[in-house]
């Protein structure tokens, strides 16, 4: 089994609709993180937990939300999906006590279809 | 101003041939992380080599070496000996040890490994 998994792994929602992806790891990393990926412009944060009871906004938050419901578990949502929210979405953990030298272990990714 | 530049969107080399894909980065925290990632076809993040900002040696992990000049702010990919396995999207990615410690990536380089 993968250490970090991203359900479902595709989705091809409505506009207006809302949706939510969801993501569990079995690392044990107290650092968690969404991101989108979209072509030509990398990977970009959209939201990032801590811990629990840390949650922060990142580069492109607007119109997501987010709930770290656990330790191993966070969620994304999107209230009302636009077409520009079209994108492979990633969720990634990190271990807070390596300082820079820790790598972000990735989930398989979810491409997400707005119509 | 963006923290990771990839200049190269894509690049082609001959199978057994040697490749070095860029990136420069831009902090002026002194202690931070450079990374690459591997994205393959399938979507997966796969990591691939890690260079700290005090380490004085450049990173190697078999084929892969990172070629690390720090008054230039560059941590340049080398590939060696090219596989066509290593067609794929490749991404730099920077973590600092101040403010939240994320991890920031560039754009990205698709290389294909011509056979």
């Known amino acids: 089994d993968a250490d970090v998994t991203q359900t479902p792994r595709n989705r091809i929602t409505k506009t207006g609709k809302r949706i939510m992806l969801e993501c569990s790891q079995t690392?044990?990393?107290?650092?968690m993180y969404w991101y989108r990926q979209d072509p030509g412009l990398g990977l970009r944060l959209i939201y990032y937990?801590?811990?629990?009871?840390?949650?922060n906004k990142g580069e492109i938050s607007d119109g997501y939300s987010v709930s770290r419901q656990a330790q191993a578990k966070f969620s994304l949502s999107l209230e009302s999906a636009i077409p520009n929210q079209t994108a492979l979405y990633f969720c990634?953990?990190?271990?807070?006590?390596?300082?820079?030298?820790?790598?972000?272990?990735f989930g398989q990714g979810t491409r997400l279809t707005v119509v | 101003a963006q923290k990771i530049t990839q200049t190269q969107p894509g690049m082609f080399v001959q199978e057994k041939e040697a490749v070095t894909l860029d990136c420069t980065y831009d902090?002026?925290?002194?202690?931070?992380?450079l990374f690459w990632y591997k994205q393959p076809s399938s979507g997966e993040m796969i990591f691939l080599i890690y260079?700290?900002?005090?380490?004085?040696q450049n990173a190697t992990e078999g084929r892969y070496s990172l070629n690390f000049q720090k008054a230039r702010k560059s941590a340049n990919l080398v590939i060696s000996a090219s596989q066509l396995g290593d067609s794929a999207m490749y991404f730099c990615a920077m973590r600092e040890l101040t403010g939240a410690n994320n991890l920031f990536f560039g754009t990205g380089t698709r290389l294909t490994v011509i056979p």
């Open positions: 990634a953990t990190s271990d807070s006590d390596r300082g820079v030298n820790t790598e972000a272990f």
């Open positions: 260079q700290g900002s005090y380490d004085q």
């Open positions: 937990s801590f811990d629990v009871k840390d949650i």
């Open positions: 690392k044990g990393h107290d650092r």
């Open positions: 902090t002026s925290d002194p202690s931070y992380g």
